[in-house]
T-cell receptor, first 114, second 114 residues
Framework: DGGITQSPKYLFRKEGQNVTLSCEQN?????MYWYRQDPGQGLRLIYY???????QKGDIAEGYSVSREKKESFPLTVTSAQKNPTAFYLC?????????????FGPGTRLTVL | GENVEQHPSTLSVQEGDSAVIKCTYS??????FPWYKQELGKRPQLIID?????GEKKDQRIAVTLNKTAKHFSLHITETQPEDSAVYFC?????????????FGTGTRLQVTL
């Protein structure tokens, strides 16, 4: 909460196009995460990163890509290979990776494929 | 991997009554169990968490209990108020290799009626 931002708030994409969602944090957190939220399915982990220049696939990584070139930034690219990209995307960060470290969420980006 | 089941999916209570939301998890190695509240159109926020070395934790009107043997944990809200209306998510986390990740339940929509 506060200190983690996502842009844009709403995003529309045509089928077959790649699109990149921005996530920035000024909390000096080492770990960052991307989740997808669909109605009735909770939050599902797409990718996570413990530290700069390192990231791991989550449970639903197919059709997505990420980079972590800076500690503050963890952009998510939704590629044309993602078959059902319309969803609410949430970015989160925690001071470090590890059980017990609170994850703080950004306000989310709602992506709609036209 | 970890699987978290959450019940009920919707819950309606009258103001002043108590609400209980239950979750079960599958992996006995999980050792951290947070609860998040998501108000309509807003980001999820941590409201309480419990670690595996504790059986119960309270914070004013909110409490969480953990039964490691049964792999079951619950959120209890007493003296419910209209502002408690939201979607609540449970989650479980375990240290997996070099990082940990949260696995979320599917959420419970709580409606507190006057």
């Amino acid at each position: 909460d506060g200190g983690i931002t996502q842009s844009p708030k709403y995003l529309f994409r045509k089928e077959g196009q790649n699109v990149t969602l921005s996530c920035e944090q000024n909390l000096n957190h080492d770990a960052m995460y991307w989740y997808r939220q669909d109605p009735g399915q909770g939050l599902r982990l797409i990718y996570y990163s413990q530290i700069v220049n390192d990231f791991q696939k989550g449970d639903i990584a197919e059709g997505y890509s990420v980079s972590r070139e800076k500690k503050e930034s963890f952009p998510l690219t939704v590629t044309s290979a993602q078959k059902n990209p319309t969803a609410f995307y949430l970015c989160a960060s925690s001071i470090r990776a590890g059980a017990g470290n609170e994850q703080f969420f950004g306000p989310g980006t709602r992506l709609t494929v036209l | 991997g970890e699987n978290v089941e959450q019940h009920p999916s919707t819950l309606s209570v009258q103001e002043g009554d108590s609400a209980v939301i239950k979750c079960t998890y599958s992996d006995s190695a999980s050792n951290y169990f947070p609860w998040y509240k998501q108000e309509l159109g807003k980001r999820p926020q941590l409201i309480i968490d419990i670690r595996s070395n504790v059986g119960e934790k309270k914070d004013q009107r909110i409490a969480v209990t953990l039964n490691k043997t049964a792999k079951h944990f619950s959120l209890h809200i007493t003296e419910t108020q209209p502002e408690d209306s939201a979607v609540y998510f449970c989650a479980a986390s375990m240290w997996a290799g070099t990082a940990s990740k949260l696995t979320f339940g599917t959420g419970t929509r709580l409606q507190v009626t006057l």
